[in-house]
């Protein structure tokens, strides 16, 4: 099955700096690759996804990149503000199968 | 829009009672549900995939009579965790694919529900 391997596992930034998370992944044949971010007892909040035939996304504050040949992808986050401080966890899902496997998280916490 | 329920969103029983747990898609008809375990500062587990008018497919390792899962209607699934011990106290968290056309892979993911067996 999929390897999705997520670092670092804790990131901690001055407010306005940027973050940047990366995830590798073990299966050629996925082909969509979402970020969630996790809020203390809540339930995970899909932020961003980009699929295998896209190689950057960009929504606002956040994009995500990704190489099909090296088998990684990043999460950016720019400008981070307070309210960014939460779990992100990379995911990624073979072609026809709609699972989702998930790395291990990264806590991010933005220092005001 | 694409928002899921979950319900209720924190339950303490008896060790030996059996415990269910709704998973609702509210704006939205969800093709496939799922659902996920997670532990204190984890990662999310997949438990079991759920196909509305289907049997439930469960992971290596899950036991289906355990946790029995009911995926009635294109917006409804339930969990039950039978004969709930303490080692099943955990963190419940459904998501729900929606039902499109363009075999679209988004989940979206219900807050929650926190299970304590005492």
């Known amino acids: 099955g999929e390897n999705v391997e997520q670092h670092p596992s804790t990131l901690s930034v001055q407010e306005g700096d940027s973050a940047v998370i990366k995830c590798t992944y073990s299966?050629?044949?996925?082909?969509?690759f979402p970020w969630y971010k996790q809020e203390l007892g809540k339930g995970p909040q899909l932020i961003i996804d980009?699929?295998?035939?896209?190689g950057e996304k960009k929504d606002q504050r956040i994009a995500v990149t990704l190489n099909k040949t090296a088998k990684h992808f990043s999460l950016h986050i720019t400008e981070t503000q307070p309210e960014d401080s939460a779990v992100y966890f990379c995911?990624?899902?073979?072609?026809?199968?709609?699972?989702?496997?998930f790395g291990a998280g990264t806590t991010v916490t933005v220092r005001a | 829009g694409a928002v899921v329920s979950q319900h209720p969103s924190r339950v303490i029983c008896k060790s030996g009672t059996s415990v269910k747990i709704e998973c609702r898609s509210l704006?939205?008809?969800?093709?496939?549900m799922f659902w996920y375990r997670q532990f204190p500062k984890k990662s999310l587990m997949l438990m079991a995939t759920?196909?509305?008018?289907?049997?439930?497919?469960?992971e290596q390792g899950v036991e289906k009579d355990k946790f029995l899962i009911n995926h009635a209607s294109l917006t409804l699934s339930t969990l039950t965790v039978t004969s709930a011990h303490p080692e099943d106290s955990s963190f419940y968290i459904c998501?729900?694919?929606?039902?499109?056309?363009?075999?679209?892979?988004?989940?979206?993911f219900g807050p929650g529900t926190r299970l304590t067996v005492t």
């Open positions: 704006d939205f008809q969800a093709t496939t």
């Open positions: 998501s729900a694919r929606p039902h499109r056309g363009d075999g679209s892979y988004e989940q979206y």
């Open positions: 980009i699929r295998s035939n896209v």
């Open positions: 299966d050629s044949a996925s082909n969509y």
């Open positions: 759920s196909n509305e008018g289907s049997k439930a497919t469960y």
């Open positions: 995911a990624a899902s073979i072609k026809g199968d709609y699972k989702l496997s």
